[in-house]
């Protein structure tokens, strides 16, 4: 019977993957880095304690293994070598590798490079693979529960930039979908929501749902931006980086917008008012 091995599991997308496998009856392995964290698994999880910096317990977690989900933090690219080392050791037949949007930008900002260099390295490794490219997630909108539950502002970081927010239960709903069915190999998808936004407009669509008048304003300074993404200061590089996607936003007044989510499930994607609905007590509780 295949076996699959999902990394970040216990993520946005792996937490909605998980619940999708075990719905649907599929066997599946969970690799954790904490114990504690299995207690969010499914019943049906078959829990493997280790992560992505130890090659001696990745191969033990692909013990069986015919699929792997990969999903990789960071900017290096270790850990994606760690993986496709013990998969080709173990023999895995495929991969559902989650890359990014960002690696469709021209000229290729520095988080599509990272992402563009695991699909590199995907590629050379011979397991057929499928390629999900996601844009923003629409989880990013739960950085502003502090903000809205304070009273306070919400830093908007792009201005009149636009882009098409996805769901991250899509992301895992597409990623079930190749995981589980032949005839996605070699396959590279890009996947937006259904509709482009500012940042405003989500934060119009937040305030109608949660039925509160929420403020925002506009970020003045690149420090402002990094500071709001990571409270307790990040990386160079990433600070850099952070930036540089936020500008690139900034003068994209369009937004790119695919209905691959819908063609490939057979459903339409979910809009951001669907996703503030159904997280509403993140942000009143």
């Given amino acids: 019977m295949p076996m699959l091995l999902l990394t970040g599991a216990t993520g946005n997308i792996g937490r909605e993957l998980t619940r999708i496998l075990d719905a649907d009856g ?5 690799l954790v880095r904490d114990s504690t964290r299995a207690e969010i698994l499914p019943p049906s999880a078959e829990p493997t304690r280790g992560d992505l910096d130890d090659p001696a317990a990745l191969r033990h977690a692909m013990i ?3 699929t792997l989900f990969l999903l990789v933090q960071g900017m290096g690219l270790n850990h994606t070598r760690n993986a496709l080392t013990a998969a080709e050791h173990a023999g895995v037949g495929r ?4 890359s990014s949007a960002h690696v469709l930008v021209e000229p290729l900002p520095a988080m599509g490079s990272w992402h563009h260099a695991r699909e590199e390295l995907v ?23 502090p903000a809205v539950r304070a009273g306070e502002a919400i830093l908007d970081p792009s201005g009149p930039g636009r882009y098409a927010p996805i769901d991250p239960a899509d992301i895992a709903a597409v990623a079930a979908r190749c995981l589980t069915n032949p005839g996605h190999e070699g396959a590279a998808y890009h996947l937006t929501g259904p509709e482009t936004l500012t940042i405003t407009e989500q934060v119009a669509i937040l305030s109608r749902i949660l039925q509160r008048d929420i403020k925002i304003r506009e970020a003045t300074t690149p420090e402002e931006v990094v500071a709001a993404r990571f409270p307790n200061g990040a990386p160079p590089r990433l600070a850099e980086a952070l930036v540089e996607g936020f500008a690139i936003l900034r003068a994209d007044t369009v937004g790119a917008r695919t209905d691959t989510v819908a063609e490939l499930l057979g459903r339409p994607a979910h809009t951001f008012a669907d996703w503030c609905a159904s997280h509403r007590a993140a942000f009143t509780a």
């Avoid at 599929?26 to 969970?30: G, S, T």
């Avoid at 991969?95 to 989650?98: A, F, K, R």
């Fill in 123 to 145: 590629r050379a490794s011979g397991i057929p693979a499928t390629i999900l490219r996601p844009g923003g997630y629409m989880s990013n909108a739960l950085e502003w529960i």
């Fill in 64 to 66: 069986g293994v015919t």
């Fill in 26 to 30: 599929v066997e599946f392995r969970a």
């Fill in 95 to 98: 991969i559902v590798l989650i």
